[in-house]
């Protein structure tokens, strides 16, 4: 089955009760019992939910995976992988990532004694040095918010089979659209499902799909005693979102790959990060790892500053001053005092983050328009 046929159909059924098209939202916490435990699949919605299943399946199926397991959100995914760890377990991740992940690792994980070390996973020789006999988990993100910086997952897949590290990828920014890291070996994927997959910036939520039966395991230990999972109400809006996940994406891309070419070109800006641009300096990796270039984008100005890129931002009419990415609308942020904020300035410099650089969640908008928007913009 070919993408876009799975991202209507992939472990979807007519509901069998009714014979639904869509699934229905499951609105219960609780379900008849014929007696003590014995049930048809369900007993308590914290523990599932017949709406949360048909996502789950859909997520798995696009991801190539044997299961997958829904949250709250995509920090909450993240929070429930970590929680396999045990103090004295080591971390090799990346110096440029997401600040609510960093924040987690940090202020969360790091005080109940797991150990983490951030490198470029860009160089592999690094990512072997960061490597001690307690590493028990390497965190990828490709590509890399807010660098965009494509990680070679084969690469490390490879570095962390052999010494028994287990490898995630947080796949947020590519969706299982342009990029299926299972694919590449690795051994589970992430999704804040708020962004690609729901796609309409009206639903927070996470998931997680695998093929490892102890990844599933433990998620499925932690949905239940945890509770961070989602309503059924956020799951059939997600798996609605899904149902148009290729054309949106596409669209979005199409449109990125214009708006790099027109900001490369623009005299002031410095830089532009786009895999997409022959310029970037993992284009050729992106063109092999990924179907497509992604719809995210960044740019610094030469006026490397914090107000020159706050009053550019304040003069976007198109574009919306806000959070988040991969809604069907145009999202400009400034990663250093909003979604980097939590990530101390020094260690944002070092990693290459500058004060202004100005990240972009390209929507399905009119290309022409953006690129005007962003023209008037400076």
């Known amino acids: 089955m070919k993408f876009n046929t799975k991202t209507i159909h992939a472990g979807q059924e007519p509901e069998e009760t009714s014979g639904a098209v869509m699934p229905p939202i499951f609105q219960t916490s609780t379900y008849a019992q014929q007696a003590p435990n014995k049930h048809k699949g369900y007993d308590y919605a914290r523990v599932g939910n017949p709406t949360r299943t048909a996502l789950e399946k859909m997520i798995a199926g696009l991801e190539g995976a044997d299961e997958a397991a829904c949250f709250s959100s995509g920090v909450a995914a993240m929070d429930s992988l970590m929680k396999m760890l045990r103090p004295g377990d080591h971390v090799v991740t990346t110096n440029d990532l997401y600040g609510g992940s960093y924040r987690l690792f940090t202020k969360v994980f790091e005080p109940y004694g797991i150990d983490f070390t951030f490198v470029d996973m860009t160089d592999l020789g690094k990512v072997e040095e960061a490597i001690t ?4 988990l390497m965190w990828i993100e490709t590509p890399t918010n807010p660098l965009l910086r494509v990680v070679d997952i084969q690469a490390l897949v490879d570095i962390a089979k052999p010494k028994n590290i287990l490898t995630v990828v947080d ?3 590519a969706s299982p659209y342009l990029q299926r890291p299972l694919e590449f070996g690795a051994d589970a994927v992430l999704h804040s499902a708020t962004k690609y997959l729901a796609g309409h910036s009206d639903v927070i939520h ?7 039966e102890a990844i599933m395991e433990n998620l499925r230990f932690q949905t239940k005693t945890s509770g961070a ?6 799951c059939y809006l997600t798996l609605r979102g899904i149902k148009t996940l290729s054309v949106r994406v596409q669209r979005s891309v199409d449109n990125a790959k214009q708006i790099a070419e027109f900001l490369e070109g623009h005299d002031e800006v410095e830089s532009v990060l786009y895999p997409g641009l022959r310029s970037h300096p993992q284009h050729e990796l992106a063109k092999k790892q990924m179907d497509d270039f992604g719809a995210m984008l960044s740019f ?3 006026d490397d500053s914090i107000e020159a890129a706050v009053k550019f931002m304040q003069n976007t009419k198109v574009f919306t001053l806000a959070e988040s990415l991969g809604g069907v609308e145009s999202l400009i942020s400034h990663p250093a005092s909003m979604t980097h904020g939590s990530i101390p300035k020094d260690v944002r410099e ?9 990240r972009i969640s390209v929507g399905i908008e009119d290309a022409e328009d953006l690129i005007a928007d962003l023209d008037q913009s400076f």
């Open 171 to 173: 796949n947020t920014f």
């Open 350 to 358: 070092k990693a290459g983050l500058k004060d202004s650089l100005i």
């Open 133 to 136: 006999p307690n590493t028990k």
């Open 229 to 234: 999972v989602p309503g059924p109400m956020d």
């Open 300 to 302: 610094t100005l030469k």
């Open 206 to 212: 996470g998931a997680v799909a695998s093929s490892n």
